[in-house]
């Protein structure tokens, strides 16, 4: 059976690389790939959260989406996307049914950001884009600076990465975590 990708965004401001590299990777690795967005219109992507970038339809949207049916979920960055999805309650259930029913999540950049207002960080050793670095540690995560950190307390796989910079390893524990390598 063919493993089964969720990536949630909102519908602006996702860091292009973050959504479309991921995305990419895991669907040329023969996974299906599902892009849910808040809204199932049109999500606007950045380069840099500054300059406007490639616009993408989404599958569809939060509230369609049968999280039972998913292996793993992904959080793109994007600094506007990542706190539109900290104050989303749809987006809050997807990351804390993913974590409750102790399936991975991997966010990167700024995307961890969403797991502070999901209750879902606590104890959690991550990465992420170093502006948040603060806000994940008072929300009682332990932050390390790495290319790619996955951690497993309290039941659950979590995988994290910096930047667009890491793109390739955080592809790389992404796939390793489907297939069921992960260390």
């Keep these: ?3 089964k990708v969720l990536f949630i965004t909102s519908n602006q401001g996702i860091e292009h690389d973050e959504l479309t590299e991921p995305l990419n990777f895991l669907k040329s690795k023969g996974f ?3 892009h849910a ?3 199932n219109e049109d999500v606007a992507t950045v380069k840099g959260d500054t300059k406007a970038a490639t616009q993408y339809t989404p599958d569809t949207s939060f509230d369609h989406v049968d999280l039972n049916d998913y292996d793993l979920l992904v959080i793109p960055g994007g600094t506007v996307n990542a706190d539109t999805l900290r104050i989303n309650q749809d987006a809050q259930k997807i990351i804390q049914h993913f974590a409750d029913n ?3 999540i991997a ?3 700024h995307g961890p950001w969403a797991l502070i207002d999901a209750d879902r960080i606590k104890d959690k050793n991550l990465t992420s884009y170093k502006s948040i670095k603060l806000d994940l ?3 009682g995560g ?3 600076d790495e290319e790619v950190h996955r951690c497993n307390t309290g039941g659950w796989v979590l995988i994290t990465s910096r930047n ?3 793109l390739p390893a955080f592809n790389e524990a992404i796939l390793k975590e489907l297939e069921g390598d992960a260390a």
Aim: charged share 40%.
């Design 102 to 104: 102790h399936k991975p």
């Design 32 to 34: 299906e790939v599902i």
């Design 164 to 166: 667009p910079d890491d």
């Design 1 to 3: 059976m063919v493993k």
């Design 37 to 39: 967005a808040e809204k």
């Design 142 to 144: 332990k932050w390390v």
């Design 137 to 139: 540690e008072n929300a």
């Design 107 to 109: 966010a990167i950049c």
